[in-house]
């Protein structure tokens, strides 16, 4: 018995694990127990007995035993013993994942049951009435969880049982028609053996309807009747549920007086969630039309009026949307007085309540149409179908007696009166056009009136969120959305653009008209306005600028591969563009064609010149044309057109790079007068411009498969051109086209922008670095300082070292930190410059409250020793005693709080042994051992040397000894080498040395190195040989052998930037290989020879 017990608790824990976990293979599960069941129904109602008690929540377990000699009355009171109530939770009311399916699966279990037993067992007087009999015992129990469990599972028994009724009755049906016409047969042709089957199976079927009648009738009045007025809401909410479902499965039986009484008792409910079941359960009837006859025994009209009103918003809008069914069932079933109660509610601040009362006075006023409106279908404006819909709105705006609060009217109304009240055309003719013969002109205030509303509804449809008072703020809009508001206010604009100024002149003496006419223009796409200007007298012929267009096309695309130069191209493109700028009105695709076309020109003259002897006045004529263009373009570049900006930027991006001072190179020494190094205000706009269109944020947007995949498609191609431009720029820092300061404002952007073009911004600091380690590492001080001012202009001194945005600064310095790599001795002097740099930065603003508070920019320190760990440690040591300069006694006393950048920062500087110098050497013998150096590796004496060298602290003042490390080194180390005057790859003309450049003292290198110029046609190999130092950036190695690997490893001879991760490899194939590569700036096919 024991045994047999314990394998019917297995069974029946499996089955109420089963649905616990809501698996989708119910059926299955039901067929497995019906097999059970057939075997041995007693085990399997035992099991099904048992599955019950345990939804319930109850740890009691009915045993065999039990089951055969106890009264279901003495079972329930058994398990109500060993119910633990403690707790108050049970599977229907708990919360968590595991349980959050769990009545949905209940439910299905049951009707599957039911339906998977509805030829066979449900018939044997057995099954049905033991879980009948149980259930009904269990919904009367003192003890919620059973009532809860077992109210609902009657329910849903009865619910399939009534599905099982409504087939036998159809079954019936038909069986009855086939017998009628096997029947009406002639006697010759009459089947008699048909006929008795059709009899017996009627018989049958009737016997089966009423046993499923009994069964309903049983759990009706022994669950229903009692369970309907619970004292828990949630079980009379169900209740309430299932009626509304039997009322609309099987109407012949349920919709009538006897089951709709308790639908009408039960909307007094106290509860809204009572309350609104009711009105849920009526809607599901209402929305069959044919019910509607049944229905008009239930007396809807005050009960539901009155529940418009209801202090639950969620029920008084399931009742206006009730009163809505109603309406379109049967317009005399609500009175005019029940319908102007619910008008007003358009004006209610909860949304919900207000749209569903609009589509109620819609459906009410403005749905019918008269059958001579038919004809006026096809019309538009005074004679279209909407016009007397508009005066309607009109009339029913001033009845209503709220003239303020037009806004709520049309958003009440706009989900299901869009097209009326975005008809604008109508609007403007009603008020611009005389009546017609027989119609009734609008009287000053109904204009007023109609001018309020049409405001209302063009803000509605530009700004695309509700009024003041009504919805919680703004939300994010879809694409599909962002496309209709596009598409609204390019209409507004073309449409108010014309009749604007003539309804001004109609109403100008009208103070309160022209108040609202005159705030249209702010809901207007100013892009459409001001360059078409949408007046017709002054818009350009559409066949002279399409002819124009073409031609400026096809001259453009000959001029890419052939030398049009004879024609004298350029003045006449100079002429377009100038016009284009005065004018403003310039279509902006000639615009662009024109600027391309006058850059091949240039390219086209500088061409002839470079291959053949030119003139002095052959390069002087060039040298105006050029900077001509490159004013223009700036000009251009404060288009309001983004196409055109963009395209402005990337030809005076190019222009820059070809005609820098390496234009010079390759002996071409007699083109230095076309040697053009842009002013601050165009290097100032050329970095305002990537600022304001290359780091700026991109919205994800939810849409439908085929518009996400559009949407998708466009951020790709978005991006691919952002980081073109941002590409051509850092051209120009590598290059020293502009200062490289500049680099300080696209720097700083390198961890927010990481995904998109991370990569671009670590080479440039790579390069830039080859360039001028010194320069560079002051760059990178100057983005961190910008960050850091920034950061104390939003928050004030008293910022929190803990906040993120700080934080975010010190992991951008770390970030800046890893790129100098593993070869301290290589950025030795750069490192020292950027301390120092940093340094004088934090105590630049002295405290106004006195010494004894510190510096203002006092917290830049916790920064700065993020590049301590760069130090050598006799540098460590020099800046410290530099730090000490600018420390007062007191400052070294102080242990406060705010002091404590102060301390980490000396600690940083202070911490360190030998560990820095074995790092060094360990970082020497590592690239000495790379292939990629083919450099031998350093003897054991030089090794001797780097240990043992030391830089001391000098105190004359003269200006020979005002180094800020001395020059007391006897030894020379190959690795410690005099900084040349051109530390660009690049040839430039020699400057005097700069006092940064004096920062750190070290010796001359004891082989001559020559700086040669760049050549352009040169690849990223030769660009990195000078300096193949190895940038680790987010790496950490975990022993000597991966530090050499990663030395070995690291390859800079060619870069390629590619998309971030998250892109696919589709994506990333469709970007240039090289954005560094100044090949790709002039294409030999265009100038026919090799330039550089």
């Not at 073109?724 to 086209?737: G, Q």
């Not at 950048?901 to 030998?914: C, E, I, K, T, V």
């Not at 930037?1057 to 096919?1085: H, V, Y």
Request: proline share 3%; with cysteine.
């Amino acid at each position: 018995m024991n045994g047999h017990h314990q394998q019917n608790g297995v069974e029946n824990m499996m089955l109420f694990e089963v649905v616990k976990m809501g698996k989708s293979a119910m059926q299955s599960v039901v067929d497995d127990w019906i097999e059970s069941y057939k075997h041995d129904r007693d085990i399997a109602l035992l099991d099904l007995i048992n599955f019950f008690i345990q939804c319930s929540g109850c740890k009691g377990v009915v045993t065999a035993e039990m089951f055969r000699h106890m009264q279901n009355s003495e079972i329930i009171r058994k398990m109500t013993e060993e119910f633990d109530e403690d707790s108050g939770d049970y599977p229907l009311t708990m919360a968590g994942p595991q349980w959050k399916k769990f009545k949905s699966s209940f439910c299905e279990f049951i009707g599957v049951l039911v339906r998977q037993c509805q030829y066979s067992i449900i018939y044997d007087e057995y099954m049905m009435d033991t879980v009948i009999s149980l259930l009904t015992g269990l919904s009367d129990s003192q003890v919620r969880a059973f009532r809860h469990t077992s109210t609902l599972a009657a329910m849903k028994l009865m619910t399939a049982l009534v599905n099982v009724a409504l087939n036998l009755s159809i079954n019936m049906d038909n069986t009855q028609r086939q017998y009628e016409a096997e029947r009406n047969k002639m006697i010759g042709k009459r089947a008699n053996e048909r006929l008795e089957l059709l009899l017996q199976k009627r018989k049958e079927l009737q016997e089966n309807q009423d046993e499923i009648e009994n069964m309903m009738n049983a759990i009706f009045k022994g669950v229903f009747v009692h369970r309907y007025r619970d004292a828990i809401a949630e079980i009379r909410a169900i209740c309430i549920e299932e009626i509304g479902i039997w009322m609309k499965m099987y109407s012949d039986a349920f919709l009538n007086d006897s089951y709709l009484k308790y639908v009408g008792w039960t909307m007094h409910d106290k509860q809204g969630e009572v309350r609104l079941k009711c009105l849920t359960a009526l809607q599901g009837l209402y929305y069959n039309k044919e019910l509607n006859s049944k229905l008009e025994l239930l007396p809807v009209g005050s009960r539901i009026v009155s529940m418009t009103l209801d202090k639950e918003y969620d029920v008084a809008v399931q009742a206006i949307k009730l009163l809505t069914l109603v309406l379109q069932s049967s317009e005399e079933v609500l009175t005019a007085e029940d319908c102007e109660n619910v008008y007003h509610l358009v004006y209610s601040a909860h949304r919900p309540v207000a749209v569903a009362a609009g589509e109620f006075l819609f459906k009410k006023l403005f749905s019918r149409r008269d059958p001579e409106e038919d004809g006026m279908m096809k019309r538009r404006g005074r004679q279209g179908p909407n016009a007397n819909l508009v005066k309607t709105l009109v009339f029913f705006f001033l009845e209503s007696e709220l003239h303020e609060h037009a806004a709520y009217l049309v958003d009440s109304m706009w989900d299901c009166a869009t097209e009326l009240l975005k008809d604008w055309e109508c609007m403007n003719s009603l008020l611009l056009e005389e009546p017609l013969s027989g119609e009734e002109a609008l009287t000053d205030r109904q204009e007023s009136a109609l001018i309020e509303i049409m405001l209302c509804t063009i803000r509605q449809a530009a700004e695309c969120h509700p009024p003041v008072g009504r919805g919680t703020g703004k939300r994010v809009l879809t694409a599909k959305e962002k496309k209709t508001q596009l598409d609204d206010r390019t209409k507004i604009t073309e449409l108010f653009a014309v009749a604007l100024p003539q309804l001004l002149a109609k109403y100008s003496v009208d103070a309160e008209k022209v108040t609202n006419l005159l705030q249209l223009p702010q809901y207007f796409d100013l892009e459409i306005y001001t360059t078409g200007r949408l007046e017709k007298g002054e818009e350009p012929d559409e066949d002279d600028a399409y002819q124009v267009l073409s031609t400026l096309k096809r001259i453009t695309a000959f001029h890419n591969a052939h030398d049009l130069s004879k024609w004298d191209l350029f003045a006449c493109n100079y002429k377009l563009l100038k016009t284009g700028i005065e004018n403003g009105d310039m279509p902006e695709q000639i615009v662009i064609h024109a600027l391309q076309c006058t850059h091949y020109v240039i390219l086209w003259q500088l061409a002839k010149i470079t291959e053949s002897s030119s003139t002095k006045e052959d390069l002087l004529r060039l040298k105006k044309q050029m900077r001509v263009f490159c004013q223009i373009c700036q000009h251009y570049l404060t288009n309001v057109n983004t196409t055109v900006k963009e395209q402005a930027f990337t030809i005076l991006c190019d222009i820059l790079m070809i005609f820098s001072h390496q234009i010079m190179s390759g002996g071409r020494d007699m083109l230095e007068p076309l040697v053009y190094t842009p002013d601050s205000s165009l290097q100032s706009e050329l970095l305002s411009f990537i600022l304001d269109h290359v780091f700026i944020e991109q919205d994800d947007d939810n849409n439908s498969a085929d518009g996400q995949q559009e949407d998708e498609a466009s951020k790709i191609e978005a991006l691919h051109k952002r980081r073109n431009l941002l590409a051509a720029f850092c051209k120009l820092i590598v290059y020293t086209v502009v200062e490289m300061n500049t680099a300080a404002d696209i720097f700083k952007q390198y961890m927010k922008y990481y995904n998109d073009y991370g990569d671009i911004i670590k080479e440039t600091m790579s390069k830039t670095r080859q360039i001028d380690k010194i320069q560079c590492a002051k760059t990178l001080i100057l983005s961190l300082q910008q960050l850091f001012n920034e950061m104390i202009q939003e928050n004030g001194y008293n910022f929190d070292r803990s906040s993120s945005t700080f934080s975010g600064i010190k992991e951008l310095a770390r970030r800046f930190a890893l790129t100098f790599g593993l070869d301290q001795l290589k950025t030795r002097e750069a490192i020292a410059m950027l301390h120092k740099d940093g340094i004088e930065f934090a105590f630049k603003e002295p405290n106004p409250q006195g010494e004894s508070h510190p510096p203002l920019n006092l917290a830049f320190l916790d920064i700065l020793s993020e590049f301590s760990s760069k130090l050598l440690r006799q540098d460590k040591r020099t800046v410290y005693v530099y730090l000490e300069k600018f420390m007062t006694f007191q400052m070294s006393l102080r242990r406060e709080d705010v002091w404590l950048p102060l301390m980490s920062y000396r600690n940083s500087l202070l911490a360190g042994g030998d560990d820095d110098t074995m790092s060094v050497i360990s970082g020497i013998s590592s690239r000495g051992s790379t292939v990629r150096s083919k450099k031998s590796k350093p003897s054991t004496g030089k090794r001797k040397v780097v240990e043992g060298m030391q830089l001391s602290l000098t105190e004359e003042s003269s200006s020979s000894d005002s180094m800020w490390l001395s020059r007391e080194q006897t030894l020379h180390t190959p690795v410690m080498m005099q900084t040349p005057q051109l530390t660009s790859t690049i040839m430039r003309e020699p400057k005097r040395l700069r006092p940064e450049d004096s920062f750190m003292s070290v010796y001359p290198m004891q082989t001559e190195h020559h700086q040669t110029p760049l050549d352009y046609n040169r690849r990223g190999t030769s660009l990195m040989e000078d300096d193949e130092e190895p940038i680790v950036e987010d790496v950490m190695m975990s022993s000597e052998g991966r530090i050499e690997d990663l030395n070995e490893g690291m390859d800079f001879d060619t870069m390629d930037i590619d998309l971030p991760p998250s892109k696919n490899r589709r994506e990333r194939t469709e970007l240039k290989p090289d954005f560094f590569d100044p090949a790709s700036i002039m294409d030999e096919s265009v100038l026919g020879v090799s330039m550089f």
